[in-house]
């Protein structure tokens, strides 16, 4: 019976633990980062609906690696004069908007919903509690 090479052996253990120690380098954010022409059809609360197209942004948030940020989701400048931007946890091809106060001026809302990406078209359901509900979907640019 031969002997096994020492040398061998532990070159072998160590090629083992280098390869079941790799960090698996996929981030679920990266497909959904870049700007998105949305189509949107919204329900007031009170009654009253409409339509609107408008472009949203997503970017990788710095704070958490499992969240993006959405910039301009319901384009509430045309309400409030300034962008709502949320942060959206990603997992694999879904999205969720935690429940979250937004200032928006001198207002301040709470906006929750969920979304996925298809390919390159993105779906969001959201809500901003107590005002409006929308449903838009678009293509990324």
């Known amino acids: ?11 072998a253990m160590f090629a083992l633990l280098i390869s079941s120690c790799k960090k698996d380098d996929t981030d679920d954010r990266d497909k959904f980062v870049g700007s998105y022409s949305m189509s949107e059809t919204w329900t007031l609360d009170g009654g009253g609906s409409g339509t609107d197209n408008y472009t949203i942004t997503v970017t990788k948030s710095d704070v958490n690696e499992k969240q993006i940020l959405i910039n301009n989701l319901g384009n509430t400048v045309t ?32 906006v929750t919903g969920t979304g996925s990406l298809n390919d390159k ?14 449903q838009l979907s678009g293509f990324k640019q």
């Open 1 to 11: 019976m031969k002997k096994l090479n020492p040398a061998l052996l532990f070159l």
């Open 79 to 110: 309400v409030y004069g300034v962008q709502m931007n949320v942060t959206a946890d990603v997992t694999g091809n879904n999205l969720a908007v935690g429940t979250q106060s937004i200032a928006l001026g001198d207002y301040s809302v709470t």
């Open 121 to 134: 078209l993105l779906t969001i359901n959201y809500v901003i509690v107590g005002q409006w509900q929308g």
